[in-house]
């Protein structure tokens, strides 16, 4: 078993709550947030472009 190698996203500023993201060997992604790092999420690739797809469009509705 390999470990997983977890990114910081380049949105995160210095501060505690910053979204973490490892590839893992099965072809899945792995979430999570750095203040609660033991809840891991696990998404296959075309689950977390239809996630961030969801996410994007969410955004833009709140936008002034």
């Known amino acids: 078993m390999t ?3 977890w990114q910081k996203s380049s949105y995160c500023s210095e501060g505690n709550a910053c979204l973490n993201v490892a590839a893992a060997g099965n072809g899945t992604v792995r979430l999570r947030e750095s203040e ?3 809840a891991v999420l696990t998404l296959k690739r075309a689950a977390l472009h239809g996630l961030i797809r969801a996410l ?6 709140n936008r002034p």
């Open 3 to 5: 470990l997983a190698v």
């Open 36 to 38: 609660a790092p033991g």
């Open 56 to 61: 994007k469009a969410e955004g833009n509705r």
